[in-house]
């Protein structure tokens, strides 16, 4: 693996985001990925910071809001494929997501939630700052667009401690 810099990958990531990635939490001893398709990756407190939404309905979400970290994955080429569709349709709750899609957890000393050996771009995040959507701030368009079932965003932001890629 080789360390980067977020400016070298941003380009990659806004372009990958689309196709999915992994995020990947553990927290108390509870591991889970899901697939994510939005995220923002930008520098506020003067630190590189990825942000990512995940909506309450998630079992994520259940981990998220009690863990200090997180990472997420992404893969370059078709090999995620299936194990996105699957992150992305099933819950945490129901399955061992891990064991389903043959996915590997790589532990890192920065931080709890591990990476994904799989994916080949991977963003190791603390948890510097969490809040949740309030309706009522947002606009009607992406409300009636996005939020019709009342299943809203929690939004965590994360300081990239680490951006590593496959050599
Ligand atoms: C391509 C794609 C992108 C997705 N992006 C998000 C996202 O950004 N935030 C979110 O909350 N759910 C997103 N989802 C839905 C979750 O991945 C899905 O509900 C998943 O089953 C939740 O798993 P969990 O219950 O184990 O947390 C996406 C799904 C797909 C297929």
Redesign the pocket.
């Known amino acids: 693996m080789k360390e980067l810099h977020i400016a070298q990958v941003s380009e990659k990531v806004i372009n990958q985001l689309p ?2 990635a992994l995020l990947t939490v553990k927290s108390n001893d509870k591991l ?1 990925t ?6 923002a990756l930008g520098r506020i407190w003067n630190k590189p910071i990825l942000t ?4 309450f ?5 259940e981990l998220i809001t009690d863990a200090d970290s997180f990472t997420v994955s992404f893969s370059m080429d078709e090999s995620l494929k299936q194990a ?2 699957i ?7 129901d399955i061992d ?1 891990f064991k389903e899609c043959g996915l590997t957890p790589v532990y890192v000393d920065e931080v709890e939630s591990p990476y994904i050996a799989e994916g080949d771009l991977h963003f190791i995040c603390k948890i510097v700052y969490k809040n949740t959507m309030e309706p009522e701030l947002l606009s009607e368009e992406i409300k009636n667009r996005w939020y019709k079932d009342n299943d809203y ?1 929690g939004i965590y932001y994360g300081e990239v401690v680490k951006v590593l890629v496959k050599e």
């Open positions: 196709k999915g889970n899901m697939t994510i398709g939005w995220a990512v939404l995940v909506r309905s998630r079992y994520t979400h996105m569709n992150c992305g349709t099933k819950s945490g709750r997501k965003h």
